[in-house]
């Protein structure tokens, strides 16, 4: 029982876990999103004149989708926009990265967790068979002992 319950508490922290990266990685990107949001709002405010436009830019642009509906045009515009796409391809890459780690690790830990699970049911199969040896080897002694005590 206690073994359930321990797997059951892996499972939820797991899953906790995961909600909690996945919060966080939600709320990066839209703090990335704002940061670009306002400051294309000051650098470019002709071709975004209200922050509810630039932040759909930045959205857009922070996770590599571009529709390229509004586009900067100023230098500091585009620079801000290069330094967007360059923080969203940064940070994409970077989660990649942790989630292929991740299920590696995973992928490596289940692989030697059942190489252990292999080894003790092979050392069990070993007693076992020992145990069968001497339990053959008890029941020959005894055979033994009375074929001895009948030819006496």
């Known amino acids: 029982m206690s073994g359930q319950r321990d797997l059951m508490e892996r499972q939820v922290q797991r899953i906790a876990n995961a909600r909690s990266v996945t919060l966080g990685l939600a709320v990066t990107f839209l703090v990335l999103a704002l940061g670009g949001a306002i400051g294309m709002r ?10 509810g436009l630039a932040f759909w830019w930045a959205l857009q642009t922070v996770t590599t989708v571009g529709y390229g509906d509004v586009v900067p ?3 500091l515009g585009r620079f801000v926009g290069g330094l967007e796409m360059v923080l969203g391809v940064s940070f994409i890459a970077f989660l990649t990265a942790g989630v292929t780690s991740t299920v590696v690790r995973r ?11 292999r080894e003790e049911r092979d050392m069990q199969a070993l007693v076992d068979g020992q145990a069968q040896i001497r339990q053959a080897i008890t029941d020959l002694d005894k055979r033994l002992d009375k074929m001895e005590s009948h030819g006496r």
């Open 42 to 51: 000051i650098v470019d405010a002709d071709n975004f004149p209200s922050l």
């Open 107 to 117: 992928g490596q830990a289940g692989a030697e967790e059942a190489e252990r699970l």
């Open 73 to 75: 045009t100023t230098t």
